[in-house]
Nanobody, 117 residues
C-alpha cells in the first residue's frame, strides 16, 4: 500500500511559479508510474502530467512548456514545477501512483493552487 502526501500549493499571481511535491510512503522506484491530476469544482479530474519509472514523461497539451514533472526514486518523491501560471490553472492538484501489478491506484489528498491577481 502506498500513501501519498502533496504539498506546495498556494495563492500565486498570474505569471508566477510553484513547485508541487508528492511524498510517497512506500517505494515507487520500480514499475510505478506517477502522475499529477487536477480538478475544479463541477468538473472531472483531468490528467496534467505523468512520468514512468524510467523517466518518460507525458503532458496535457495546454500545459506543455509550462509544467515539468520529475521524480526522485531514492527519496520516493515526485514533483511538478509549474511556471507561467494562468488563472485557468486554478484547481486542486492530486498526485497519483499506479502500477500494472497493483489492484488499484493510489491518490493523495490534494493541494490547492489558486492563480489570481
Amino acid at each position: 500500500q502506498v500513501q501519498l502526501v502533496e504539498s506546495g500549493g498556494g495563492l500565486v499571481q498570474p505569471g508566477g511559479s510553484l513547485r508541487l511535491s508528492c511524498a510517497a510512503s512506500g517505494s515507487i522506484s520500480s514499475g510505478v508510474a506517477m502522475g499529477w491530476y487536477r480538478q475544479v469544482p463541477g468538473k472531472q479530474r483531468e490528467l496534467v502530467a505523468t512520468i514512468t519509472s524510467d523517466g518518460s514523461t507525458n503532458y496535457k497539451d495546454s500545459v506543455k512548456g509550462r509544467f515539468t514533472i520529475s521524480r526522485d526514486n531514492a527519496k520516493n518523491m515526485v514533483y511538478l514545477q509549474i511556471d507561467s501560471l494562468k488563472p485557468e490553472d486554478t484547481a486542486v492538484y492530486y498526485c497519483n501512483a499506479d502500477s500494472l501489478g497493483w489492484a488499484r491506484s493510489y491518490w493523495g489528498q490534494g493541494t490547492q493552487v489558486t492563480v489570481s491577481s
